[in-house]
């Protein structure tokens, strides 16, 4: 079989063009393929979220040559304040508190809006002679072939490669495709998304508080900016949406509290509908998927990235090994060590947040008084807690080596 490149990555978001940029650095050619203009993703209003990238992200984007460009547009987070609420009353006195200096590596990761880390990927892809970066383009279909696999797109040309990689989100057409069946539900939860400015300073320190409806985080951005992820159920997000900004406002003051003084809103609105939704395999003949292709899970832990980024950096490096060591990078056995070495990690994290969301999403008196002791008492715990903030840096595992900030090559 002739091959245009060694790997179709489909999907053009954050994942897909991590991913590129990583097979790219030990030599893997890939054609990247999205349904999106470019001009509409380098768009600073195309997504109004900023992610909470865990320490080894960052170390990632650093050995991907990234993080120099980014690093002043960034804000390190510190402190991370875990506690209980209510609209109007504050939070609970039983908190768990997260701070940087408990650990050797510093700041546990750093906050970034999504208008920067985007247009930083695709510059870079773009500047990249090994990444053939279409779009629009859509693929239409795929079929294994003799030693590769075969994909249709919508211009009516055909592509062949080794492998064929899904970025393409949640609805994943390529795993579709594939064969591989999804499990999930919806939280019947709206995630409300904007940032505010406020009239004192924020230090660093990230808050998440769990209220009734749901989770709000207040995530630092750089100068008295802070980026709100502000759950509340579908019906009422669609009612809290739907208000002008000066009722927005209202109905976020008594969440958000006056800690940090008077806020203002700082740029657009945004809602996102919240669910579950994870792959039954990451894998299938002559395809892996990554991203929220592979895994979709609850923001409250600010994990959605970090875990797609995970992704990325393993199936890169488990693709590089191959190839160093003469394997067919799209084999079976491959794909299997991949699967194997982020399903579990994956599986985990999503029954954790729909666990705690579940436990937290609610008023319950007699759940709220058990929570607000259980985050006291994990406080109270040095060891328990170094142990948590190690794993909210990206620390713990078995990590890839772009994880640790160390080159593929």
Not at 305 to 329: H, P, T
Request: glycine share 12%; charged share 20%; with cysteine.
């Amino acid at each position: 079989m002739r091959f245009d490149t060694d790997i179709v990555i489909v999907g053009g978001g954050l994942n897909g063009p991590a991913l590129a940029l990583a097979l790219a650095s030990v030599g893997l050619r890939s054609v990247l393929l999205d349904g999106q203009r470019i001009s509409r993703r380098k768009s600073p209003r195309f997504d109004g979220r900023a992610y909470a990238l865990a320490l080894s992200s960052r170390r990632m984007l650093g050995a991907l040559g990234l993080w120099p460009e980014l690093e002043s547009k960034a804000e390190p987070i510190l402190d991370i304040k875990v506690s209980d609420g209510r609209p109007g009353e504050g939070a609970s006195p039983l908190f768990l508190h997260f701070d940087h200096r408990e650990i050797a590596e510093g700041p546990m990761g750093a906050l970034i809006e999504d208008r920067y880390l985007r247009r930083a990927l695709l510059n870079a892809v773009d500047e990249n002679p090994l990444i053939d970066h279409r779009a629009p383009v859509l693929a239409m279909t795929q079929g294994p072939g003799p030693g590769g696999i075969e994909v249709g797109l919508d211009s009516g040309e055909s592509l062949s490669a080794r492998l064929l990689i899904g970025c393409d989100g949640r609805q994943s057409q390529v795993a579709e495709r594939a064969g591989i069946r999804r499990t999930g539900w919806g939280y019947g939860q709206t995630s409300l998304v904007c940032a505010v400015e406020h009239e004192l300073p924020h230090h660093g320190v990230a808050h998440q508080l769990f209220m009734p409806s749901g989770p709000l985080a207040i995530l630092p951005l750089p100068g008295n900016r802070s980026s709100i992820v502000w759950t509340e159920s579908a019906g009422r997000a669609i009612e809290i949406s739907a208000l002008p900004p000066a009722g927005y406002l209202a109905e976020l003051r008594p969440r958000f509290g006056d800690f940090l003084g008077g806020i203002s809103l700082a740029g657009d609105r945004y809602s996102y509908p919240l669910g579950l939704s994870l792959a039954n395999s990451f894998v299938a003949e002559r395809v892996a998927l990554a991203g929220d292709a592979a895994h979709g899970i609850h923001p409250l832990a600010g994990q959605g990235l970090n875990l797609g980024l995970r992704d990325v950096a393993a199936l890169a490096e488990v693709l590089s090994e191959a190839r160093q060591r003469g394997e067919d990078i799209g084999s079976p056995l491959v794909l299997a060590r991949y699967q194997q070495w982020r399903r579990f990690d994956t599986s985990a994290l999503a029954v954790a947040t729909d666990t705690i969301n579940r436990v937290f999403s609610n008023d319950n008196p007699l759940l709220r008084i058990g929570r607000d002791l259980a985050l006291g008492a994990v406080n109270a715990v040095p060891a328990a807690r170094r142990t948590l903030i190690r794993e909210a840096a990206g620390l713990t595992g078995d990590l890839p080596k772009l994880l640790k900030g160390r080159p593929l090559a």
